[in-house]
Nanobody, 115 residues
């Protein structure tokens, strides 16, 4: 079982920045993907950004150029730097890890962008 602890959510004005962090612990051997998803009430959880152990990244079109994912394989952490935030980025953000045999989710952290 992989345990994920997220931090860094909060409230910002449009155009502001936040940085989310996620630390993995427990049965972390075999983690091959770490990333971030988000969900708003009444909608499906959607991919924001992911990064493989080899460094390959995948971003949602809506965040390209504004968000940057980074990962420390030695520390088993993944961060999401979010710049130029928009009201439509408001959501609960979840950290996720994949191993060849399972996926794990964090508890979620709220990000609110409003004026």
């Amino acid at each position: 079982q992989v345990r994920l602890v997220e931090s860094g959510g909060g409230s910002v004005h449009p155009g502001g920045s936040l940085r989310l962090s996620c630390a993995a612990s427990g049965s972390i051997g075999g983690i091959n993907l770490m990333g971030w998803y988000r969900q708003v009430p009444g909608k499906q959880r959607e991919l924001v950004a992911t990064m493989t152990t080899g460094g390959n990244t995948n971003y949602a079109d809506s965040v390209k150029g504004r968000f940057t994912i980074s990962r420390d394989n030695a520390k088993n952490t993944v961060d999401l730097q979010m710049n130029a935030l928009k009201p439509e980025d408001t959501a609960v953000y979840y950290c996720k890890t994949n191993t060849p045999w399972s996926s794990s989710w964090g508890q979620g952290t709220q990000v609110t962008v409003s004026s």
